[in-house]
Nanobody
Framework: QVQLIESGGGLVQTGGSLRLSCAAS????????MAWFRQAPGKEREFVTA????????YYADSVKGRFTISRDNAKNAVYLQMNSLKPEDTAVYYC???????????????WGQGTQVTVSS
């Protein structure tokens, strides 16, 4: 069992930056592919980025490519999302997710955090 807790959300102006963190419990975190998804009001949850257990495979949604960076520290049981050049359309609840399978972009992740709100003002 893995528990995921996100932090780092908040209110930021257009063009600003935020760094989200996801702290994971469990001794086998290093075996898990991790991902970030987001859900804006009135919209379906969508893929943002994902990273393999070793960090050598990374995927980004086209909408965030070049602005967002995912990283992980297996020694700290943590995954991060650095978000730069934020836009109002990035406003959403951001969720951390994990699974003990190959990294992918679908929503088929086994463990989810409670989410953290990111609001980008125009």
């Amino acid at each position: 069992q893995v528990q995921l807790i996100e932090s780092g959300g908040g209110l930021v102006q257009t063009g600003g930056s935020l760094r989200l963190s996801c702290a994971a419990s469990g001794r086998t975190f290093s075996n898990y592919a991790m991902a970030w998804f987001r859900q804006a009001p009135g919209k379906e949850r969508e893929f943002v980025t994902a990273i393999s257990w070793s960090g050598d495979i990374i995927y980004y949604a086209d909408s965030v490519k070049g602005r967002f960076t995912i990283s992980r520290d297996n020694a700290k049981n943590a995954v991060y999302l650095q978000m730069n050049s934020l836009k109002p359309e990035d406003t959403a609840v951001y969720y951390c997710a994990g699974r003990r399978r190959q990294v992918g972009v679908s929503m088929e992740y086994d463990y989810w955090g409670q989410g953290t709100q990111v609001t980008v003002s125009s």
